[in-house]
């Protein structure tokens, strides 16, 4: 049994400014064997896809891999990024020789000038490669994806967890079902259903609802009925402003149209019935500092602060409103400010105290760059390995940093480019000493909960201007279709 893997993933903030070009995804991408070796023991789809083939004795046959260096968001894919890794995989699919099926690891929030759906021309194009063999398809949480990609795909599994937590096992399940699907054990059919809802990533902690009761009722609808292989819900990504936007439901039943219809659509309407918890209002940065500085006050702490609106890294919004308000006790792991980066690594050494204006320099919604004093602590690039659940283990290295010290325990990192710490390794990695901190920033939506929820007695998530706003109407749609709660539908009933 021989069963290529491929994968193509782009989670595309199209709210940034330049476009996204090959030189940004092929430093990282992985071709032939080392799609197998650089995975293998991290927890991610494609050991999940190693683990199901091992136990199976089915041979993988690797193509190509293709995925982002790290760093700040960029936005629409040009069409020939896009065209290149598509081709190339289809090309690879073509040229491997006789297959039994292909699991491809795929985003579902990729955004590609000229292609309405790129996911699903994805597929399309690996089906017009391989002909009538059966394709499994994994998808991240936010994905946006439609009907579109059921009609092309064998089978679509989305990951149940945010933060992700289950890729291994969302992917080793894929493998399973592509498995028993080409020995002829199940014949898998894929239904989506959509109920309209647009919401901001803060809002979608699948530990808490509502999409934990949302993802409760998939369960329910799993343990209950036994031709139901996966079900699962893709709240989406509400920064990809694209005709497919918002949250779908997928399911793949063996063999019975009906019952995956009725699955789906169950838990859509399910999820409308919630719809305005998924779209609270939040504080902005004033009042956020206000509130987390008295819960320090009272013995609550650390207290982790949320600011989910900076997909590039340089907003200074909630750094001006702790220095304003006197905090003590805190660090922010990364203002990314290149400019100022490159003039601390070329004029400054560890121990000088120096005078910086940071941050504040992408656009209007980043805030004005904020001055700061300090003792440079650490500089360099620090490489590290993740620590808590997601990702245990992976590598992270970083760019150029420069730690200063601003007194009374403050501590600003500043970066060549977007830095977060979505474990403690972030902020051990440059020196700091998360024990005697009373306010960890970050500037992260939920990925930070599955470690730091266990480090922090309160995890604040406020709505700071940025073009990841939480308050999605304060976002300039254009493709956003007619009747998306709460864009187009404000208060819909």
């Known amino acids: 049994m021989r069963i290529a893997v491929a994968g193509f993933a782009d989670e595309t903030c199209t709210f940034c400014l330049e476009p996204t070009t090959e030189e940004r995804f092929e430093p990282a991408t992985l071709r032939g064997a080392a799609v197998l070796e650089e995975n293998r023991g991290i927890p991610n ?10 136990e199976a004795g089915a041979e993988l046959v690797p193509i190509v891999y293709a995925r982002k260096t790290p760093g700040g968001f960029q936005s629409w894919l040009t069409r020939a990024c896009f ?35 790129p996911e699903a021309e994805i597929v399309r194009r690996a089906r017009a490669a391989v002909g009538d063999v059966p394709i ?32 291994e096992e969302t992917g080793a399940a894929a493998a399973r079902c592509l498995i028993e699907t080409i020995r002829g054990n199940i014949d898998p059919v894929v239904a989506c259903h959509r109920p309209g809802i ?17 993802l409760a009722r998939c369960a329910e609808w799993e343990e209950r009925e036994p031709d139901l292989c996966y079900l699962a819900v893709a709240p989406g990504y509400a920064y990809a402003d694209v005709p497919d936007i918002g949250m779908s439901v997928w399911a793949v039943a063996d063999g019975d149209r009906d019952l995956a ?12 019935s919630l719809r305005h918890a998924f779209a609270r209002d939040l504080p902005g940065p004033r009042a956020a500092v206000e509130e987390v500085m008295a819960l320090v006050e009272d013995g609550q702490k650390p207290v982790v602060i949320a600011d989910g609106a900076d997909r590039i890294g340089d907003t200074t919004h909630v750094l001006r409103e702790l220095l304003r308000g006197g905090a003590k006790n805190w660090a922010i792991p990364g203002i990314a ?35 700061i004093s300090g003792t440079v602590e650490f500089m360099g690039r620090p490489r590290y390995q993740l620590v808590g659940p997601m990702g245990k283990g992976s590598t992270v290295q970083d760019g150029f940093v ?19 710490s979505n474990d403690s390794a972030g902020l051990t990695s440059v020196g ?61 009933e």
């Not at 499994?136 to 967890?161: C, Q, R």
């Not at 009725?262 to 409308?272: I, L, N, P």
């Open 337 to 371: 400010d290149p400019t100022v980066a490159r003039e601390l690594e070329e004029s400054a050494s560890v121990g000088d105290t120096v005078t910086v204006t940071v941050g504040g320099w992408y656009n209007e919604a980043s805030g004005d760059p904020v001055e």
């Open 198 to 214: 647009v919401s901001a990533s803060i809002f979608q902690a699948t530990s808490y609802h509502p999409m934990k009761d949302v």
């Open 83 to 117: 065209d290149k890794y598509a081709d190339e995989i289809a090309e690879g699919l073509r040229d491997a020789g006789e297959l039994d099926g292909v699991l491809l690891a795929l985003h579902g929030a990729m955004a590609v000038t000229g292609v309405p759906r």
């Open 261 to 272: 219809e009725r699955a789906a659509a169950d838990v859509a309407d399910f999820a409308w």
């Open 45 to 54: 789809y494609i050991n999940g896809y190693i683990i199901a083939a091992e």
């Open 402 to 420: 420069a730690r200063l010290n601003l007194g009374d325990n403050r501590h600003v990192v500043v970066s060549e480019r977007m830095r977060g």
């Open 136 to 167: 499994m398809v994994t998808l991240d949480l936010h994905a946006n994806e439609d009907e579109e990609m059921a009609e092309v795909a064998d089978g679509v599994f989305v990951i149940k967890t945010y933060p992700h937590v289950d890729t």
């Open 432 to 492: 700091i000493d998360i024990e005697g901190l009373d306010i960890i920033v970050l500037k992260d939506r939920v990925h930070h909960r599955a470690f730091w929820d266990d480090v922090a007695k309160v995890d604040f998530p406020i709505n700071a201007p940025g073009i990841g706003y939480a308050d999605l109407r304060e976002l300039e749609y254009e493709n956003v279709p007619g009747g998306a709660f709460p864009i187009n539908r404000d208060g819909a």
